[in-house]
């Protein structure tokens, strides 16, 4: 369905153009959309990378801070010559207390540690309350924790949860394992930090809105952690396959919202991670793009108005033209012109044309008016001239009855032919009659000249039943064997006339031949004046007229003497077809 032709013009002008506006905000509004919150996360990635790589080599010193004081209070405790194995009591016991305060002065050096656990077989009895714990080796093992440093030297352990004096608190511990001075594993060594130190070091110096961050280790284990982050296996693989330093991605959620991730790599084995929510992102652009609605909103608003007022000073005259039209009356006379004369463009020249249309069919009006009078008067003067051929049947018919009481048979024949070709010949105005009825029309001129000759005159028509039923055009036989005795039998004593029809596929053959003298040089030549012909004339321009080429008149002498008329002629099955496929009429008298 086409609008442009269904839809008033001035609705299909302002919906159009607030459709291409809203769709116009649409676009523009996503695309603004877009490219703000990538140029979003572009900058808040590059700020929190900044910041990330600022911690984590803070946190980075912190930590190996703490694996320093690690190796050196293990490297101490050789040079104590503490050793497990020791056989002497004394000896054991000295050492002992010597590698106890040696511990206690780490845990009063840094506030981070908050307590040291001394794991060892058979170990000696401690105060519950004292920085130092000397711990039984096989609780080790029971540990959850345990193979993360089975295989390995020392390791750092997750967030765990520990009694203290104050009450169960969060501890991140490093553990190491201990050797004597003949390389003998004979415990481990798992200094306790404090969570919150940890925590700390990770959120930073950062205020206002808390921060989603983790601290990873190597292994892809969870140190450290504020907020409420959290990361699928998968995405902490997708994290560790990046090799540069530092990087962002943005992973969605099923939400469809996701989230920013901003991780750092300063460390070669440890990882800290920022994970943002993407509704925080793009918060500034979510409002700009409100901003941007609301103002498109107002400017659709505004130009609407404005569309509409045009659209309707477009279509003003357009719609006075039409009221103009809609009034236009049946005849020419009082039609109303009074369009506007103040409009220069193009609706001026609109009016102008359509004033100069509607003058024109008022004198178009007048004229069929005046041809409407003409014809009645036509009309009225054929009624009277049917007066005429009425008054001549009769006057033939009286002859005919006087040639009957006076004895002249010949006459009253010739009287009677000649009515009965008169209403053929007329035949009530029609201007195609049945071939039945023209044939019957040439017999009645042949036997009124039969009467003439006598004997002396021969004549025949071949035709078959079912062309007779055809139609042919008025008088179209006739003139030609007229012609025949006025200018083929001139001065001769007899003659023959042959009448043939004949039907070659979608044609009608008509071949009238006779013995006349022939056709003369030239005959076909105009003459300059009147010497007749004109029945002959009339016959071959009436078929021109009506049926035109390949159809018409053939005259050519015979090699026998005398002349041969073909005319060819359509099949003309029935009037009404005749009447509309050639454009023939009736002419009524």
Known sequence: MNLFKRVRIDRLFFRSFASFLSLLLLVFTWISYNVTSRELADTSSYYQQDMLNELNKQIDIQLKSIEQ????ASRNMNTIGYDPFEKDPFELFHRRDDMLRMLASITYSTTMVQSIYLYIDNPTKTDPQAPVQILDMKHVREEPWYPEIQNSDFAWIGERTLPTNKGPQQFISFARKLYNNSDKYYGML???????????????????REKNRLLLDASGRTIATIGKPTLSEEELGLISSKDIASNYIHLPDERGEGALLVWSKVRSDWMLIEITPWKDIVHGSIRLAYILVSVGLTAICITAFFTLFLS?????????????MGRVPATGSGMDLDLPTDYKNEFGSLFNGYRRQMERIEELLQSLQSQHKRKREAEILALQAMINPHFLYNTLDQLNWIAIDSGQEKISTIVSLMGKMFRIGLSNGETVIPIRDELTHVECYLQIQKIRWGERLTYSIEAEEELKDLYISRLTIQPFVENAFIHGFHGRRAGEIGITLKRK?????????DNGVGLKPEWDVPKPRKTGGYGVRNVMDRIAA???EPYGVTMQGRAEGGTEVVLRLPI??????????????????
């Open 69 to 72: 004081m690690s190796l050196a």
């Open 190 to 208: 798992m200094l306790n930090v404090k969570a919150s130190a940890i925590e700390s070091m990770v959120r930073g110096e950062s205020e206002g």
């Open 312 to 324: 309707r000073q477009f279509t003003k005259p357009i719609r006075l033209l039409l009221a103009r």
């Open 505 to 513: 596929e979608n044609e009608l053959e008509i071949i009238i031949s």
């Open 546 to 548: 009506y049926f035109g």
């Open 572 to 589: 003309l099955p029935n009037k009404a077809e005749v009447e509309e496929a050639f454009h023939v009429e009736s002419t009524y008298y």
